[in-house]
């Protein structure tokens, strides 16, 4: 055979498997890239609160009811007179009766004399920029009353989720956002009179 032919065949077989590979690459760049966005949009739909470890606490409380939930373990559980806090460990004086940061919190209180949160209580703490929006939610099968306030420009948050048992009023306050992991928390809470 003629070293041109034989050039000519090597050139044309050396071609064919660049093709091959270039397809190949771009087929597996292409998978690659869909598997990456099925992963993206799986984890979407799954929520930040898939790898998170939680804690259960069931608590009886002295107004005659059984309070428990599920909490992030990166939070620390206190029980403070009339609230059941969550919080990051703080370093709180011996004589203070938590030493969490407060950030999440059932409390506890008569309604005789409840009276709901009000855009004014929290003007100071958010310097005067702050908006509030309203709506309902269920939590432990009861009806309750949502509170939100922002700050238009900066990055101040509170929560207020109010409801009544009886003569009796449970506020949830949450001042970190509303994540994933708050609403695990407020999904999992369960409330019997006992």
Not at 103 to 126: A, C, R, S, V
Not at 156 to 177: P, S
Request: net charge positive.
């Amino acid at each position: 055979m003629p070293l041109r032919q034989q050039a000519d065949g090597r050139w044309a077989k050396l071609t064919k498997q660049l093709k091959l590979t270039r397809t190949y690459t771009y087929m597996h760049r292409i998978l690659l890239f869909i598997f990456f966005l099925a992963g993206q949009f799986s984890n979407a739909q799954t929520s930040n609160s898939s790898s998170t470890v939680w804690k259960h606490v069931t608590k009886d409380i002295n107004i005659g009811f059984r309070v428990s939930f599920d909490y992030p373990s990166y939070w620390k559980f206190d029980w403070v007179e009339n609230c059941l806090c969550l919080g990051k460990p703080s370093k709180a004086p011996q004589y203070i009766e938590y030493n969490n940061t407060m950030n999440w919190g059932i409390w506890m209180e008569d309604g005789e004399n409840y009276q709901l949160p009000t855009i004014d209580f929290y003007k100071d703490k958010f310097h005067g920029d702050i908006y509030e929006t309203e709506d309902t939610v269920t939590v432990a099968g009861y009806k309750a009353t949502r509170l939100t306030y922002k700050q238009r420009k900066g990055t101040l948050f509170m929560q207020n989720i109010i409801f009544r048992i009886g003569g009796d009023v449970f506020d949830i306050e949450n001042n970190k956002g509303d994540t994933a992991d708050f609403q695990t928390f407020l999904k999992s809470i369960n409330i019997k009179k006992i």
